[in-house]
């Protein structure tokens, strides 16, 4: 992966990604500077992977989203082969956006201004008063890499995007497949602005040291322990392990009888691409984010055939993170807008046939993700303003935040290769 | 024209100025840049000659505007010699801006904070408990230059003005006479705030190859020949060309009756003051921008005696144009905000005697020009977004792009003047 | 005082600082830049003793307030040993803000993120999930100076405060203690956010020369003698001058009735910790600042006997000024938010045993400085509005705006001691 920075760095910045003190928390620069934060654009964002959007927002020829990424914008769109492509957002005449809705439908893509008229596939076949001498094909739009995996739509806007994807891609797929994205249907969709660096809403999400306290409504799905081992199980806790047990050999069994995979698998530092997949037996009933553990839609995704399937919990660097459940799935994208703004957007899935009102209802459906991404809101947002005084100083990971410090270590990690490469 | 500017430019900034490519539109940092952006308040604002206001607008002794360009605010005022004058708005004391409003009229001009009291020359004639050795004379207000031609009021905040406004003055003026500017009165003003470089709003002003689509309230008063030349006529097209023809030559003869000037005049890039002069005449009835080329004032202007007149069109570098018609007027001053954000005023004048309600109606005076203006709005804010994605470069021009690629060509002109003198 | 500053100075800044011309206002960026913002914060904000709040706000143990300063966030709060403490706003695990309240209650503090638990001594009892090897005497609160002076609280964010603190506190303690403010009640506080760096707004406060025109309603407390002296009398003037002079006698005696110092005490820029104390006599009934110079509170200040006391004025360099009077007390702190905000914290005291609607009413005891604030703030805008127009150049203060120049040398004299030490 090679580059061309735009960057001049100061020694500061430099000092600061070489020297990183290894279990502590990064320092206030990585997340209130001006210059990190448009380092993190150029050398993060438009060099590595990034999961965008779901095949399900964009399932019939000329169907678009478009995603900003700090100043970058992009166009992700079938085209009429089926195939997913995807564009800058800018027109090749003088410049201005081409499509300014988040989402819609096109036959050709035509520029608002002068009318220069694109085909799906980004080719220019009109441009208007131009002299005989005018090279149609010079102007076509300017691609960007774009992958599916299982249904997820990546994007990277690096001319050489890192190699280990398609190694990635493999492994993550055995895992998506039961759940058949690519044929599900988007039944909520949130856009959340936090007045936080995107890392530390990264970091939020990469633990549930906060959960006791902050996420009352979520954690009734999940075994209260969070961060405990076999030998730390106390008499008192001792009913809860053998629950805890005995579902966990459940789903190794349901995931046996259908040959899905079932190990963790966990490279969240250690690659280009890091990710983490682990699928995780739920409390209560088992099922899903409903009341004591019950399902939230009747229509269970893809090929799966029980509710009581648990959680298929999946991260991947730098910006999202994945539940998959029996009966729905919940998709999650960070995107930076400034050092201390970031968007978060969540969306559900569901079974293509699943009807709203008769299958699901989106108040249920949506309403412990909801709650618990503004919980996460406002964490994120005290955080900021803490680490933005200059009286912060990095402090020590607990032993549960080990994938948070894994997030931080992949983070420089990717900095410094950028910056020394 | 000499300076001593207090920018110091980076390399990139230089490359860019130094290689620009022609027949392009400009590289991003010159939309976007804050350095860029500042450059332009240095170079162009604050050394060229700019339209600030009509002297209708300060019409008795005492009337003022005051006018913002960036950081710079001036005051324009009527003295009592009747002469137009400027000068800083501000308190020679501690600073104070000295008239918030945004017009009006003043007796002497008073600092609100410790009543520092100017005469509308300037001259200082109270300051309170000052020790006896204070000389008042070295504390009047700091002028600035300001011409008027034809009732257009110029001013230029560089101590060096281009000298050649008396040229462009003496060429101007014939075209304006007509029309008596100096005693129309203002109907109407609207400040339109655009999201986008104050280049990106002129660059869109040079245009009509946008029209067909974005305006079709505009193009009915115009012959739909925009573009064209004699050559091109198709058999389709040539009754408007014929139209055209006979409306042209009546335009003629009617300037020929009363020695008004016909000719174009078109310097747009050879000269300091670039402007370009050139009489059009109208579609339909020929006479203004009402419904099917109808008058919109029942009063014709100044010394004008026939409605059907045609629209005297002129651009003057680097921020402004008019569209003067038998029955009214419309004049336009673009104003930079910040990188990213721009003020366009509008002004809308007419007879003196014209009575609103009875020989003019606001809404249908200004109809036409109020819809065109925020159609560019959008337009506008759309290449903004545009060509702040690193994924624009610049696009050609096309063959009807002249008159915008003549602007770029007279701004890049004088930043390398400014930056190599 | 030493330091290790964290920015680097351009040669404009370190020009600008060195070469201020005495007598004159500041140049331009001293008010408008960022770089000298950041400066302010650092060098003025961040190394001096700030009036910060008062006892009162904080009268039980638990009782805490926040400051926020530019980006330092302090909790000022009392300890169960009844001691006055200070500490950074900042958790020490990951940054949180730990309190986000501007004042309230508490046992211990509690982080919300992930409770790490604090006492009010500061030191660290609770942190969840770390390793055997953690410790936690590491990881207390970092203490932020504090010191109390005759009920105003005082902080300093330097790790070596200046040292003349003790002997100003010793200065002005005895001119506080009459009004026992330690055991007053706040009978009401107002922020009021103004669009003007920190010193226009300390400025403002340093003169009076603008009061005739700008405020009415403050004015008719004090004699309209501001800026003369007995030789100015004119006959016209002679009975308010004896007005004056009874007043002045009267107020002598009361003083030395009771043991208080009388004598003005002028320090504001010939020490590190500048400071300016003088109690004037009122004019009217004397007493206060009611209709008239009636009072607007029935219960008189601590120790006071007799209404008709005067207006004990006190300045403290960099941020605060105090008016003392017999029936209550106003204190006013001023912060820096950016190059162009800051929020002025007005803050009335009464009598502990003073009674809302029998004793005093909010509107009547805090009217004249209300109205006196906002005209300010019209002042200060309009004074930031002028500065940033290149078209500022410094003014020449007049023979009543000593104390304006007072503030002006003792700040450059701080910052130069501060880029040269």
Sequence with gaps: MSHMSTLKLTAETESLINNRAVGYSLEAPFYASQEIFDLDVEAIFAKHWLFSTTEAEIAEPGDFVTVDIGPHSVIILRDDDEEVRAFRNVCRHRGSRLLDSPC???G????????????????????????PSFERDR??????????????????LGEEPPEDFDEVAGNIEPYLTPYDLRHAKVAH????????NWKLVMENNRECHHCDSAHPELITAYFPLFGYTADDVTPRLRPVFERYQAAAEDLGAACAASQFPRDTWYEPDTRITGFRVSHLPLDGEGSSFGPDGKPV?????????????????????????????????????????????????????VHSDAVEGVDYDVDSLTSVWRTTNDQDRVLVAGTQCGVANPGYEPGPYSLVEDDVE??????????????TS
């Design 406 to 419: 894994a997030f931080a270590n992949w983070y420089i990690g990717r900095l410094h290769k950028y910056v």
């Design 139 to 156: 102007f076509g739009l300017k691609p960007v890499h774009v992958r599916t995996v299982g249904g997820l739509v990546f994007i990277c």
């Design 104 to 106: 819609g439908s096109v």
């Design 189 to 196: 969709q949130v856009d959340l602005v936090e007045e936080g």
């Design 108 to 131: 050709n893509l035509v520029c608002p201004y002068h009318q220069w008229t694109y085909r799906t596939d980004g080719s220019l076949i009109h441009a208007e008063s131009q002299p």
């Design 297 to 349: 839609c009747a229509k269970l995704m893809g090929s799966i055939t029980q509710a009581r399937f648990g959680d298929l919990s999946m991260h991947m660097q730098p910006n999202s993170w994945f539940h998959l459940l029996s009966d729905h799935a919940i998709v999650f994208r960070v995107l930076p807008v400034s050092p201390d703004k970031s968007i978060v957007r969540t969306t559900w899935l």
